[in-house]
């Protein structure tokens, strides 16, 4: 902010709804920094950036085009709980810089994430908050767990519970901006597992500031063009619930590669299981808003790959996977359906060439 005041976008985000890489964005925040001083002149729930600014058949989006290409059918420009589909934080970021003036807000300088870990990792600086509520404060070592697990337990009402976790959210971000903070080294030390982990990542919209940062790990960066075989999995909650709760994934990869033509021959599988229950939690944690059974975990999955598709079978059949191209990588998607207590396997065949 030595320059002019730096404003930045804040989502905080959490991974019972999956998203991506970051998780279903809850709340927002816009930070303010000036002269080096930061403040935080604007908290609210993402509903107002999606009923604020123009009318949402109003709004466009035109960056990133791979971004637009894939996720524009998600309606992106009125939802932004879809917003952070992509494995790519980088492009999310330059796509709500783009959104968030014409949803009520002012041209921003960078995008900032922050899930339940991320946050419970920032109370070590702001300590402990009181929630009359729980009868025992949150400190940096519960709200993880209270923010992932508990408050579905406790609070059956989903506007309690909503207002809680505002209360949440913008108590910690308060008392961050107000805090004595220690030096550089030492949140660096603190916040490195955080930051590595994607719990907490920041991307700048201009490409200098970028670049001097990707070093750093933080900004979410999707590396495309390094050498070498990359491969990456993500899962996006396609049923409007918070089932992503109780969904555990596993993924072998085996690779055959032949040095002398740089032939790979690769087998991808990736199970995902489903531990929810049918009863006994509110409907707006193991229901669904498309008409499946309670408990029915409905996932949008996508494998991103530097290697071509060669054939793909989910749950032990034959699937035609839906391919993309996104930030340089082949995507393959697929829609699919886990019920309560079972799983459901993905395999890939793919193959191509890497250089030795």
Avoid: C
């Amino acid at each position: 902010g030595g320059e002019g005041p730096q404003r930045y976008l804040g989502l905080f985000t959490t991974p019972v709804e999956a998203r991506g890489r970051t998780g279903f964005p809850g709340n927002f925040a816009e930070l303010l920094v000036t002269d080096g001083k930061l403040s935080m002149p604007l908290f609210g729930r993402i509903s107002e950036l999606e009923s604020g600014g123009l009318p949402p058949e109003q709004r466009t989006l035109t960056q990133p085009v791979d971004y637009v290409a894939r996720y524009g059918r998600f309606d992106v420009t009125r939802t932004w709980r879809n917003l952070t589909m992509s494995a790519d934080f980088v492009a999310i970021a330059r796509a709500a810089a783009e959104l968030y003036p014409q949803s009520g807000g002012q041209e921003i300088d960078g995008v900032l994430s922050v899930d339940p870990q991320g946050l419970a990792a920032l109370m070590r600086y702001t300590g402990p908050i009181e929630v009359p509520q729980l009868g025992e404060p949150l400190t940096a070592d519960n709200t993880a767990d209270f923010l992932m697990r508990r408050q579905y337990e406790l609070f059956p009402d989903n506007e309690a519970r909503t207002d809680l976790l505002e209360d949440v959210a913008r108590t910690t971000f308060d008392r961050l901006v107000g805090a004595d903070l220690p030096g550089p080294r030492r949140i660096s030390e603190d916040l490195g597992p955080i930051v590595d982990g994607g719990h907490i990542q920041f991307s700048p919209i201009r490409d200098d500031v970028l670049g001097a940062m990707l070093d750093f790990g933080i900004s979410g960066f999707l590396p495309w063009n390094l050498p070498g075989d990359m491969m990456t999995v993500t899962t996006s909650n396609a049923a409007g619930s918070k089932i992503d709760l109780f969904t555990y994934r596993r993924q072998e990869y085996d690779v055959r590669w032949d040095p002398e033509t740089g032939q790979v021959g690769a087998t991808l599988r990736v199970t995902l299981e489903n531990r929810a229950p049918t009863s006994g939690l509110p409907n707006y944690v193991i229901g669904n808003v498309i008409g499946l059974p309670p408990g029915t975990n409905r996932s949008y999955v996508s494998v991103y790959s530097t290697l071509d598709l060669a054939g793909a079978s989910v749950g032990g059949q034959p699937a035609p996977l839906q391919s993309e191209v996104e930030t340089g990588f082949n995507v393959y998607s697929a829609f699919v359906d886990i019920p309560p207590g079972g799983s459901v396997q993905l395999e890939l065949e793919l193959e191509g060439v890497v250089e030795g």
